[in-house]
């Protein structure tokens, strides 16, 4: 064939897998707000009390559990995750050691998430003889989360100027003092911008939400130790289940939320980003 | 000098967590599946009988859909993660490029539940209405794992496609070669073990997909091969039935989740002799 007319058709077919790829993206958002948006924006639904049994129930306990749950998965996963990531980024000297580390690390990426469900259950539940709640399930998703997490912790930590570390280290500052004063506050936009994908991860992961969290409740959890019921496994549950009548309409709903949060985290942590790196490059 | 000693153990600390974690995990799925291969036995672990009523626990069904589907749902997703790498990478304008690449990133943050639901409420009646079946089975599990792998193949190929030194492409164009040629011969060539590892990493999502998959493939232990018709994957049946089960039953579901956790650790395997081939 000539290889211009090649070049055109697989230009041609390169546009149509692109235009696939965005439209597959653009059906699913598009149909989940066709479907959910207006009772997702309704107080009721979205601030409303959940029903069993009967229809008309909202979902405004498994907000809150959403919500909780990703604060308190994050206030574990973020000084642990950033802290391996500054102990291999900045400490460590690249050897057997760190080798290891990334091996189990990259072992702990692929484990699929049912696995870290039963193993959160068995742990908690049945060693530890806890009941179902919000710390057992945060515990496991920091561990589900720690490979993605320190990846981009420590992607940001090494685009760091060598200079910065040398200039501060020059003028007598301990390591650690330059890890904390120097090179922390130059990657801080890069580790708020690492946090999409586990914040995103956390508020939509079922399997290890139902397991070890729960998926059922009437009241809004206040302690760890409650049970609680996030949005995604509630939804899944709702929809397996199916008792109440109006089921659908409350998957619907429930998943117009979810999408809802997934754009304001993407949203706030890009904003956030954009705000340090402005405060870093004014100096202040 | 002295007060860092601290800070660096602390921090070591949290590196070696990931070790502790899959060491601990290990232990525990193992530890709960040793009653099923001493009391129900390896071989009929994996036989294509499962009927927990009569103390029936064969696998086979389970692993042969996670095996059919994971290969149906690479079949449409690799070649459309890869072509929309290229297509971002090579072909498309900047702000085109740009839009999938925030389009795919958004894509990958979509909770499994919400596209399940949506392989429930529209893929299955589809499928339904065209083949004259229920709906359900590997072919819907296949299109919606294709989805969910598009996210990470598409990452992970562009990503080496564009670190990829910028004199291949140059010396291939100035040899008059057309960008079709160029991405054929050069690019791709180049890439090879990047986008190989990117297609594993993919496979690795769909075998421990779970949500999404069990909201479509009908759950059923019926060994088939037939992919309109209902049946299970290990991570479905982990899912359906792990809170109710006790004794040998809970046991056997242990053991499917050890084959899973095995599984990805032959991936994790396949990616290193991959990339050590690369650097070798």
């Known amino acids: ?284 | 000098m002295a007060r860092e000693k601290p800070v660096r153990m602390l921090l070591m600390t949290c590196a070696s967590l990931s070790f502790l974690a899959i060491l601990l995990i290990f232990l525990f799925i193992f530890k709960e599946s040793i009653p099923a291969i001493t009391r129900i036995g390896i071989p009929n672990l994996f036989s294509a009988a499962w009927n927990p009523d009569k103390g029936q626990f064969g696998m086979l069904a389970f692993l042969v859909g996670t095996l059919l589907s994971t290969a149906g749902g690479l079949l449409i997703g690799a070649p459309l993660g890869i072509g929309t790498a290229v297509f971002l990478d090579q072909v498309a304008p900047a702000r085109m490029g740009n839009l999938i690449r925030r389009g795919v990133e958004l894509l990958a943050g979509i909770p499994s539940v919400v596209i399940g639901w949506f392989g429930l409420i529209i893929l299955v009646p589809f499928i339904a209405g065209i083949t004259n079946s229920a709906g359900y089975g590997i072919a819907a599990a296949s299109i919606v794992l294709a989805v969910m792998v598009l996210p990470t193949i598409t990452a992970l190929a562009a990503e080496t496609l564009g670190s990829l030194p910028p004199e291949l492409k140059e010396a291939s164009v100035a040899m008059g070669a057309t960008r079709w040629q160029t991405i054929r011969k050069v690019l791709l060539p180049a890439g090879r073990e990047g986008i190989l590892v990117a297609v594993v990493l993919g496979m690795g999502r769909a075998i421990g997909e779970t949500m999404a998959v069990q909201m479509v493939v009908g759950n059923s232990s019926q060994f088939t091969l037939n992919p309109f018709q209902p049946t299970g994957t290990l991570t479905s049946n982990l899912v359906t039935n792990m809170g109710e089960a006790v004794g040998n039953f809970r046991a056997a579901l242990f053991a499917q989740a050890l084959v899973l956790l095995i599984l990805s650790m032959v991936l994790i395997l396949c990616i290193r002799l991959i990339t050590r081939r690369k650097e070798g």
């Open chain 1, 1 to 284: 064939m000539d290889p211009r007319k090649a070049d055109r058709i697989a230009t041609a077919a390169f546009w149509i897998v692109g235009v696939i790829a965005l439209g597959i993206l653009a059906f699913i958002v598009i149909e989940i707000f066709a479907r959910g948006l207006i009772a997702a924006v309704n107080p009721s639904f979205f601030a409303g009390k959940p029903q069993a049994l009967k229809e008309g129930g909202g979902v405004g306990p498994m907000v809150v559990s959403t919500l909780y749950l990703v604060a308190l998965t994050m206030l574990i996963s973020l000084p642990v995750s950033v802290g391996a990531a500054i102990y291999l980024a900045e400490f460590a000297r690249e050897g057997r050691f760190t080798r290891f580390i990334r091996f189990c690390l990259d072992s702990l990426g692929t484990v699929p998430s049912i696995v870290f469900a039963i193993f959160g259950m068995t742990m908690f539940l049945f060693y530890l003889n806890w009941r179902t709640c919000l710390l057992a399930g945060a515990i496991t998703m920091a561990l589900l989360n720690l490979p993605v997490f320190l990846r981009s912790a420590e992607e940001a930590l090494r685009q760091v100027p060598r200079t910065y570390r040398e200039a501060s280290m020059s003028l007598g500052a301990t390591r650690w003092t330059t890890v904390k004063k120097v090179v922390l506050p130059s990657a801080m936009p890069g580790i708020i911008t690492g946090t999409i994908l586990p914040l995103g991860r956390i508020m939509g992961e079922s399997a290890v939400v139902i397991f070890t969290v729960g998926v059922f409740v009437r009241a809004v959890p206040l302690s760890p130790f409650d049970p609680a019921a996030p949005l995604a496994g509630y939804i899944w549950y709702v929809q397996s289940e199916a008792i109440v009548p109006d089921y659908r309409s409350i998957v619907n709903g429930g998943a117009a939320i979810l999408l809802i949060l997934l754009f304001a985290i993407n949203f706030g942590t890009r904003r956030l980003a954009a705000y340090y790196s402005k405060r870093k490059s004014l100096g202040g």
